[in-house]
């Protein structure tokens, strides 16, 4: 699998933004998903993770109540839609798949796509 995100800029604070990633591959469907993001001079974070059904979803308490991922299989898409938009959640924003152990820990996972910056104006 081949992933590319996109759908960053910059943007004021309480505003929303949809980050998209595309994923190439014929087994897309089975990978569990994630979203991640790293902020200069900090480690890469988890943001949001969804299962290959699409039925569970897990979010980072930072992001909760503004953030949803989705994901659409026919299309090979997955999403991340961000409301209420603050200062803290600029960063570069990458999406990643098949996590071979947590889902909210980087190194689980096996493929990245390019990051797509986010960046939020006070």
């Known amino acids: 699998v081949q992933l590319q995100a996109s759908g960053g800029g910059l943007v004021q604070a309480g505003g929303s933004l949809r980050l998209s990633c595309a994923a190439s591959?014929?087994?897309?469907?089975?990978?569990?998903m994630g979203w991640f993001r790293q902020a200069p001079g900090k480690e890469r974070e988890f943001v949001a993770g969804?299962?290959?059904?699409?039925?569970?979803?897990y979010y980072a308490d930072s992001v909760k109540g503004r953030f949803t991922i989705s994901r659409d299989n026919a299309k090979n898409m997955m999403y991340l839609q961000m409301n209420m938009l603050k200062p803290e959640d600029t960063a570069v924003y990458y999406c990643?798949?098949?996590?071979?152990?947590?889902?909210?820990?980087?190194?689980?996972?096996?493929?990245w796509g390019q990051g797509t910056l986010v960046t939020v104006s006070s």
């Open positions: 990643a798949a098949d996590p071979s152990g947590n889902y909210d820990y980087p190194p689980s996972y096996n493929v």
């Open positions: 591959g014929r087994t897309f469907s089975r990978r569990i």
């Open positions: 969804i299962t290959w059904t699409g039925l569970t979803t």
